[in-house]
């Protein structure tokens, strides 16, 4: 007979003899099983142990350890199906809960020894540590639950030392549960007596001080002073004082409104709010934020954790049906139950009420009293202890108030704060979708945004058997995001869940605003749709602020206080007093921005401004006429500068090429094309440059400056086909440059490009043939086309596998009097340097070089760049033999961008995968390469490599195909690592005929 330990130290139980489990995943994949004591699918063990894998491979994994499991151990007996496995083994765990149903929580209390698999890790599988942390804090609860029933029964028996024991027993799982020790000391002074229980308060006060920096709650303070007048009672009876004791610890007092859902999110506010309310300084708080943006929800759920901080209580005091100034002081007396009393000043008798009064008071909806909110500060004066938590779509303005700006709830999929308290691992019942999970192929999905969950609760009330799958999911991040996060408009837009599905909501919202309505009873009017909220703020505003507003509503995004009063002639005042209302917000560097829902509010108004369409107009051609006026040169200056105002310049060249003025849009484009390359925007860039050069050839009237803008226009074309892999495209347009009439400089520019271009497509000699070509020209060699002149060369030389001579022009890049055009080009240079370096096995001064230029493109933000870099450096961390950093920098970087980079950055992490036998890994970026990219080279090394890893697996069939794959792209390149790379895999895994047929086709 064996039983299985979990709620002490765990392992098996043999008879007399007791034994730990096999350490690691067997280990922790067995108590997994005992514990569920039921069957278990296969996927959910997948899941735990085996997440990253291939599912292929996590089988492979399952069916091995399994294999393990049953052939070493004698006593496990393991029930094993296709698609299930159980265990159904004895277990001190299946006891405690056999005796918390039986309610024999003696027994329960007795089998609970050091907690959940005490002492206990398993390090190589996290979702199992993920799952444990929280399956340990639900058995807790449930011993804490069963060893206070057992307490309340041994103290009515006046078996009051047995009780201390059993609460001392909670108390080192929990020392500072307040409500447990309060119990404790109960206890302690009735079996112990007084000497002893304030000894032991007084053990308690400095432990709680010096590790939690905190002080005991009020109700704890007070017990001892309770107890002991109990005690000094004639003939005092001990079983009337435990009794007595029980009806002293009375509710705190509050008047809070019941909540009929549960609260969802906010970790971060609450926890932030938290530090003000326990912050002695902070007296005055006031939650601001647009209507609908759930403050007085928030406060509520503030209040209700914090009802035992308080000794006289928290009280909620409602205005939003208040109207008059002249009788404010009325709904605070009413919500604090005074009753008022002879001739004396109703505001007096307040103030003397509050005086000596350790309270927090709740003023909910103050916007429309602000010229009554002195009486707050008159209130702080007269009651030291008094704590005011105010909430207003407007500041208060006083002195003693602090702000805290409410904000939509979260929308990305992060995982939030207070997601810690929710399973994360492998959930499956459907009650449980509704705590932040979904299913999706047999996998539980966790909901990581708030906004979703709030969305996915106002769901579950409306349609009983409402569930999510991947689509609805994205659909309703995508609502929740469109709302930015308003707990008022999720809500509004799931009341049409029973109507529409989630994506027909999402449609239906971006075109029309008043869908966002309910007819709800219980709703206030100025809640019952958004259109309602923002007209309630409307109307608190002045004439002027209005005007204001619909002016700058023609800013789509973010804004500075030049551009407003540049454009709209809104002045800092004004924008302030936007800001205290709700109204705008205070963005990133100090830049002013609209509600998304408030700004379509805004130009919904009956009374636009007449000239709505000259302000988009003045608006376009005041910032296109900034950027190309901008002197900046250097790579950073220009990428800081269209940072600053990017969606400005966005919106300017939209509204410009909507109005066909083409040729301020091509000038504009051809300045942000600077921008959008260096980031990586090459889809984008070669969209617009696509279109406005499209425009512009059929508006075209001969003039010089426009045949200008063609040309330097269909050039940057050429340059984002290269960058972007499409080759072919690019050379059209190339070919079609080289036939017009251009300016040296641009005959240059066009040569260049050309080189670039064969380069790419591993055309080395045309490459060096082409750049020959730029001295024959009759020009005088700037920094620019030197410097691109030099680095192409060098680049040239590499691939031909001349490292030395490669070193040497580069050194004389860097050693040149020459300037290097601007810090990109000074980092490919760095990095240009390190890779040859690499190469030339002198690993240490590479890793210099290495390490400035990532630093450089780090610093501009040259996403594409930072591929190239994180990818060179991989080459030479793992030559040093310490690439795990770099590992996880190069797989985080694949999804920095659109361009070509990223494959090649996936072929050498695959490569790298693949030399420390991680297949799965390597197999799959090789298949992504193979499946995206055009690129002749990268597909050859790809099925070049794909076959020498279906030749390791010995699988014969597959192998060849490869092979024969990698065979045919060779014939489409002449990179010489790309034949290096075939011939030294057909010698040592093809046939003779494909020798024959690689040798015949490199002569």
């Known amino acids: 007979?064996?039983?299985?330990?979990?709620?002490?130290?765990?392992?098996?139980?043999?008879?007399?003899?007791?034994?730990?489990?096999?350490?690691?995943?067997?280990?922790?994949?067995?108590?997994?099983?005992?514990?569920?004591?039921?069957?278990?699918?296969?996927?959910?063990?997948?899941?735990?142990?085996?997440?990253?894998?291939?599912?292929?491979?996590?089988?492979?994994?399952?069916?091995?350890?399994?294999?393990?499991?049953?052939?070493?151990?004698?006593?496990?007996?393991?029930?094993?199906?296709?698609?299930?496995?159980?265990?159904?083994?004895?277990?001190?765990?299946?006891?405690?809960?056999?005796?918390?149903?039986?309610?024999d929580f003696a027994k329960a209390?007795?089998?609970?020894?050091?907690?959940?698999?005490?002492?206990?890790?398993?390090?190589?599988?996290?979702?199992?540590?993920?799952?444990?942390?929280?399956?340990?804090?639900?058995?807790?609860?449930?011993?804490?639950?069963?060893?206070?029933?057992?307490?309340?029964?041994?103290?009515?028996?006046?078996?009051?030392?047995?009780?201390?024991?059993?609460?001392?027993?909670?108390?080192?799982?929990?020392?500072?549960?307040?409500?447990?020790?309060?119990?404790?000391?109960?206890?302690?002074?009735?079996?112990?007596?007084?000497?002893?229980?304030?000894?032991?308060?007084?053990?308690?006060?400095?432990?709680?001080?010096?590790?939690?920096?905190?002080?005991?709650?009020?109700?704890?303070?007070?017990?001892?002073?309770?107890?002991?007048?109990?005690?000094?009672?004639?003939?005092?009876?001990?079983?009337?004082?435990?009794?007595?004791?029980?009806?002293?610890?009375?509710?705190?007092?509050?008047?809070?409104?019941?909540?009929?859902?549960?609260?969802?999110?906010?970790?971060?506010?609450?926890?932030?709010?938290?530090?003000?309310?326990?912050?002695?300084?902070?007296?005055?708080?006031?939650?601001?934020?647009?209507?609908?943006?759930?403050?007085?929800?928030?406060?509520?759920?503030?209040?209700?954790?914090?009802?035992?901080?308080?000794?006289?209580?928290?009280?909620?005091?409602?205005?939003?049906?208040?109207?008059?100034?002249?009788?404010?002081?009325?709904p605070i007396a009413e919500s604090l139950d005074i009753?008022?009393?002879?001739?004396?000043?109703p505001k007096r008798q307040v103030l003397n009420f509050l005086r000596n009064k350790e309270l927090l008071l709740i003023l909910d909806n103050l916007e429309h009293l602000l010229e009554g909110t002195l009486l707050i500060k008159e209130f702080l004066e007269h009651a030291p202890n008094l704590k005011v938590l105010a909430t207003s779509r407007e500041v208060l303005n006083l002195q003693a108030e602090y702000v805290f700006e409410l904000e939509g709830m979260k929308t990305t999929n992060e995982i939030q704060e207070d997601l810690s308290k929710d399973k994360i691992g492998p959930v499956l019942a459907k009650e449980n979708r509704a705590k932040g999970f979904y299913l999706e192929n047999n996998k539980p999905i966790s909901i990581k945004s708030d906004a979703v969950r709030l969305f996915v609760q106002f769901a579950q009330q409306r349609i009983r058997n409402f569930s999510l799958d991947s689509k609805t999911h994205e659909s309703i991040l995508n609502i929740c995001h469109l709302v930015e996060g308003m707990p008022l408009a999720i809500e509004l837009a799931a009341n049409w869940l029973k109507a529409m599905s989630p994506q027909e909501i999402l449609l239906e919202i971006k075109s029309n605003l008043s869908i966002l309505q309910t007819p709800s009873r219980d709703i206030p009017d100025r809640h019952k749709s958004i259109e309602a909220v923002f007209e309630y703020s409307w109307a608190l505003l002045r004439p002027s602020e209005q005007d204001a507003l619909r002016k700058l509503a023609v800013f789509e995004n973010t804004f500075s206080k030049e551009a407003a009063l540049i454009i709209t002639n809104t002045r800092i005042p004004m924008l302030a007093s936007l800001v205290n209302k709700s109204l705008l917000k205070v963005a990133i560097n100090q830049k002013f921005t609209f509600q998304p829902l408030l700004l379509n509010y805004t130009r919904q108004k009956r009374s636009q401004p007449a000239n709505l369409d000259a302000l988009k107009t003045f608006h376009a051609n005041y910032f296109a006429s900034k950027l190309i006026n901008h002197k900046a040169s250097d790579t950073l200056e220009i990428s800081q500068a269209i940072e600053q105002e990017y969606d400005n310049f966005i919106q300017a060249l939209t509204w410009l090429y909507s109005q066909t003025a083409f040729k301020l849009a091509a000038k504009l484009v051809l300045n942000l094309n600077r921008f959008w390359q260096v980031r990586g925007f090459y889809l984008l860039a070669k969209d617009w440059t696509q279109k406005i050069l499209t425009s512009l050839l059929n508006a075209i009237d001969n003039q010089n400056e426009e045949l200008y803008l063609t040309s330097a226009l269909s050039l940057d074309l050429a340059k984002l086909n290269v960058n972007l892999g499409h080759h072919e495209d690019a050379g059209q347009v190339l070919e079609k440059l080289s036939t017009e009439t251009l300016t040296i400089d641009l005959k240059a520019d066009v040569l260049t490009t050309q080189a670039g271009l064969f380069f790419h497509q591993g055309k080395l000699s045309e490459a060096t043939h082409t750049l020959s070509k730029i001295t024959d020209l009759e020009f005088k060699m700037d920094n620019k086309h030197w410097y691109e002149l030099k680095s192409l060369k060098a680049q040239i030389a590499f691939y031909q596998n001349d490292f030395n001579h490669a070193r040497y022009i580069l050194e004389s890049i860097l050693n040149s009097p020459k300037r290097i055009p601007n810090l990109l080009e000074q980092a490919k240079t760095l990095s240009d340097m390190g890779v040859t370096l690499d190469e030339l096995k002198h690993y240490e001064e590479a890793k210099g070089y290495h390490q400035d230029a990532l630093k450089i493109a780090e610093q501009i933000k040259a996403t594409p760049f930072q591929i190239k870099v994180i990818l060179n450096t991989l080459g030479n961390a793992f030559s040093l033999g310490n690439y795990e950093g770099i590992l996880k920098k190069a797989e985080a970087a694949l999804n920095l961008g659109e361009y070509a980079d990223t494959m090649t950055l996936r072929n050498n992490l695959a490569s790298l995968y693949k030399s420390i036998n991680r297949f799965s890994k390597a197999l799959a970026h090789y298949q992504t390469i193979i499946s995206a990219s055009k690129d002749a080279t990268l597909l050859c090394i790809a099925w070049a490599n794909l076959a020498e890893i279906y030749s390791t697996n010995k699988e014969a069939d597959l192998k060849n195909l490869a092979l024969d794959k990698a065979m045919l792209y060779l014939g489409q390149t002449d990179f010489p690592v790309a034949y290096q790379t075939v011939l030294k895999l057909v010698e040592n895994h093809g046939t003779k005929q494909q020798l024959m047929q690689l040798v015949d086709n490199s002569k």
């Open 1 to 103: 007979m064996y039983i299985l330990t979990l709620l002490s130290k765990p392992g098996i139980q043999l008879g007399d003899d007791w034994q730990p489990l096999p350490k690691g995943k067997t280990s922790a994949f067995l108590y997994y099983l005992a514990y569920q004591a039921d069957w278990v699918s296969r996927e959910e063990l997948i899941y735990l142990f085996w997440p990253d894998n291939d599912d292929k491979q996590a089988r492979s994994n399952l069916r091995s350890l399994l294999s393990r499991s049953i052939r070493k151990l004698d006593y496990v007996k393991l029930d094993v199906e296709r698609d299930k496995i159980r265990w159904q083994v004895g277990s001190d765990l299946k006891s405690f809960r056999q005796a918390l149903k039986d309610e």
């Open 109 to 330: 209390t007795g089998l609970f020894v050091a907690g959940l698999l005490a002492g206990y890790a398993c390090p190589d599988a996290p979702e199992f540590e993920n799952w444990l942390y929280l399956e340990r804090e639900e058995i807790l609860r449930a011993f804490k639950t069963s060893a206070l029933n057992l307490v309340n029964d041994l103290i009515l028996k006046e078996h009051y030392f047995d009780a201390t024991e059993v609460l001392k027993k909670i108390l080192n799982q929990d020392a500072f549960d307040e409500m447990s020790f309060r119990l404790y000391l109960k206890s302690v002074f009735l079996s112990e007596g007084q000497a002893k229980a304030k000894q032991e308060l007084s053990h308690f006060q400095k432990k709680l001080d010096k590790e939690m920096g905190g002080t005991p709650e009020t109700a704890t303070l007070n017990l001892l002073d309770e107890l002991i007048l109990l005690s000094k009672k004639t003939e005092p009876d001990l079983q009337e004082i435990a009794t007595g004791v029980t009806s002293i610890q009375h509710q705190p007092l509050n008047n809070l409104p019941l909540n009929l859902t549960p609260f969802v999110g906010r970790a971060k506010e609450k926890a932030d709010l938290t530090a003000y309310i326990a912050d002695p300084n902070k007296r005055l708080i006031t939650i601001i934020g647009p209507g609908g943006m759930g403050k007085t929800r928030l406060a509520l759920s503030l209040a209700e954790e914090h009802l035992a901080r308080f000794e006289h209580g928290v009280w909620f005091v409602p205005f939003a049906l208040q109207e008059n100034l002249d009788t404010i002081i009325y």
């Open 339 to 345: 009753r008022f009393y002879g001739q004396e000043d």
